[in-house]
């Protein structure tokens, strides 16, 4: 079974509740988004060819036995399930990162599920998949990426109408270079809900362009 790579590698995780964790990245190539602040347009198409078995053995050989299943859009490919169950089967702590335009059930359980719910600012927030919320788990994570105080405030409509406090992780993600992270950190602190900050630490220590970290 193949599946569309757009690149593999080895880094810290620079988001989630395991940010700084060493961890293999695959980022698959595909993704049925456009988001307006995107920072991985290189993975919209393209890519090379790769074996799912070959990927599996590459992610066990590193040893955080951690792995990251991004793109892209990873579930648009129907080899990414079994490539999750493999990795699992292999004895990995396995993440997938989906922005949530895609139902997430079929989702093997062992998977840990970080799911972007799309707010306003990123031009794609009528493609959420609602009923994924239905779906979630302890180990997933839903993450807010936001442009601006507009979009923090349509995260906290969304967290009170659907009951997410307390359920999973909630990660605010301010766009970086877009929002300040002092300014998002005051409107968490003022919320009084539990939220974590996200910021993309490799982009903090490598530099927002660098690829493959």
Known sequence: MLLQVCETFYSI????TRAGLPAFFIRLAGCNLRCRYCDTVY???????????????????????????????????????????MLADAGLTVLLETNGSLPIKAVDARVRRILDLKCPGSGMESHNFWENLEQLRDGDEVKFVITDQGDFAWALEVIGHQGLAGRVPLLISPVFGAVPPKEAAAWILESGLPLRLNLQLHKYIWGPEVRGV
């Open 13 to 16: 995780l620079g988001e989630s």
């Open 43 to 85: 993975a919209y198409e393209g890519g090379e060819e790769m074996a799912v078995a070959e990927l599996v053995k590459t992610a066990a050989s590193h040893p955080a036995r951690r792995v990251l299943v991004t793109g892209g859009e990873p579930l648009l490919q129907a080899g990414t399930l079994p490539l999750l169950s």
